[in-house]
């Protein structure tokens, strides 16, 4: 669907690396009626705003000045959960996760057998990960073929940009929640993606998604690899080394391999284009490997702090120039909502220092380029949550930031005090983004909406220009 070509005025939020953000006060940036960013200009005043617009010869088109509290960013990107565990999101955090996998996980994943539950179930997921600022999201759901469908029919309604992959388990899972063969599993896997491909869609990709090495037989797990070899525009997204226990058990159900990341490896399904999920304990040498693939890692911390499973070393992983973004993985993680990723990712990197502190290799104090063993910045935080999830889903050209060619995929955020967010109404200085201290001002309303925004704060959110959710979305 196309709208109008837009320009908007105003203040401007735009990550460049891992280190550094822009924050520009007076942004105006052209967006074609098919979404794409046109042209983006930095530090306009209100008089040069005409001459602008008729040096990109664009004088006659819609213009969208925002409110002083306002700003612009690029929309979240989660790259890993779980649509068909929102039923029991909150629910059951004593355990840790193979006993929570088969006390609340699978039972709940089991009723999607139903597709009138995923018709029921799957709108609201869409809907409240979008108000949260999602606009490109990973999503497993059931083993269900029919359900899944469903899934990605929903996604391609809602307008979000949606990788959407059926489970594949065929074994160490419940008589209920099992699939009959691995035959059966690859059927209704290529079906699926035959069905996605045939959504009149750009936005909405099939993906390939073994549950995790212990739901999977090797002979699942080698079809899986064939597939993705016969199509490699196809990813794959799955889990990894989340949890003590199921690192042993992994190892003593495939023995021929050395480490978790070789069971995925030796079947085919570590790529550039593979989503790992957790990676809080891998081995130095997995860390190497997952490198050389070119592989991405999902960081999930409110999910590894929430089921216990532990803390990940994600300044190690940076250092190293490995692919990482951040995920929700809804219902291990108890919120639907990026933001509260990235407190807790930022908490988590604390804890890690804490810990590194002690230690005598601690990589802590050795420089202040790397980010091994230290907090993240928020320069970080807003990296990882935005390009970061870009390049783990191998979107960097096309989502991410706002860049000349990529797709305005962007949300306006508002800290208003008539948003009511208790966290910031407080926060009340009127001066807007006029004075000298215009950029400060800004930078410090990042932090701000990152540690006490919520949905109420999220006004807008486009995917490739269209407007599809936010708090003055009333469609
Ligand atoms: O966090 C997780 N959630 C899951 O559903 C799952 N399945 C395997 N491993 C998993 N980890
Ligand atoms: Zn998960």
Not at 326 to 342: E, K, M
Not at 361 to 373: G, R, V
Not at 437 to 444: A, F, V
Request: charged share 20%; hydrophobic share 40%.
């Amino acid at each position: 669907m196309t709208t109008s070509a837009r320009v908007y005025y105003g203040a401007i939020i735009n990550p460049v690396d891992l280190r550094h953000f822009d924050a520009l006060p007076r942004a105006l940036i052209g967006v074609t009626s098919d979404g794409e960013i046109a042209w983006l200009e930095k530090d306009v005043e209100d008089h040069q705003v005409q001459d602008l617009l008729a040096k990109h010869s664009w004088s006659d088109v819609e213009l969208f000045a925002l409110d002083k509290w306002d700003w612009l960013m690029p929309g979240f990107i989660d790259t890993h959960t779980h649509a068909c565990q929102f039923p029991n999101i909150g629910i059951g955090q004593q355990y840790q996760l193979l006993d929570w996998l088969e006390n609340v996980t699978f039972p709940t994943e089991a009723k999607f057998a139903d597709t009138a539950y995923a018709k029921q179930i799957y709108p609201s997921v869409l809907t409240r990960l979008i108000s949260n600022g999602t606009t490109t999201c990973c999503y497993y759901a059931s083993l269900h073929l029919e359900s899944t469908k469903i899934l990605a029919d929903i996604a391609h309604a809602s307008g979000q940009r949606a990788y959407i992959g059926k489970c594949n388990m065929d074994r160490e899972s419940p008589p209920t929640y099992i699939e009959s063969s691995p035959e059966q599993s690859v059927a209704d896997t290529e079906a699926l993606i035959k069905y996605i491909r045939s959504l009149p869609t750009t936005l909405v990709h099939p993906i390939i998604t073994p549950r995790f090495a212990i739901s999977c037989t090797s002979l699942l797990l080698h079809q899986l690899g064939a597939l993705a070899a016969k199509d490699p525009t196809v990813p794959i997204q799955t889990h990894i080394s989340e949890n003590l226990a199921e690192i042993a058990f992994t190892k003593s159900l495939f023995k021929d391999c050395e480490t978790y990341a070789d069971v995925y490896d030796s079947h085919g399904l570590l790529k550039h284009n593979t989503i790992l999920a957790h990676a809080v304990h891998l081995e130095p040498r997995e860390i190497e490997l997952i490198k050389t693939r070119n592989a991405g890692i999902s960081h999930c911390p409110t999910s590894n702090l929430n089921l216990s499973s532990g803390s990940v070393k994600v300044g190690e992983m940076l250092d190293k120039g490995i692919k990482v973004g951040l995920g929700t993985d809804c219902s291990g993680g108890f919120a639907a909502s990026i933001l509260t990723v990235v407190q807790h990712a930022s908490i988590m990197s604390k804890v890690v220092s804490f810990e590194a502190r002690g230690k005598v290799n601690s990589t802590a104090s050795k420089s202040d380029s790397t980010f091994a063993d230290k907090p993240l910045p928020v320069a970080t935080l807003l990296y990882l949550a935005t390009v970061g999830g870009a390049r783990v889903c191998n979107l960097q050209d096309t989502v991410g930031s706002f860049e000349v060619g990529k797709s305005f995929d962007a949300l306006r955020i508002s800290l208003n005090p008539r948003t009511k967010n208790p966290g910031i109404s407080a926060y009340e200085d009127p001066s807007g983004f006029k004075g000298a201290d215009s950029e400060k001002l800004l930078r410090e309303r990042l932090e701000k909406f990152l540690f006490c925004g919520d949905d109420r704060n999220i006004a807008e959110v486009w995917v490739a220009g269209r407007l599809i959710g936010g708090q003055n979305f009333s469609g």
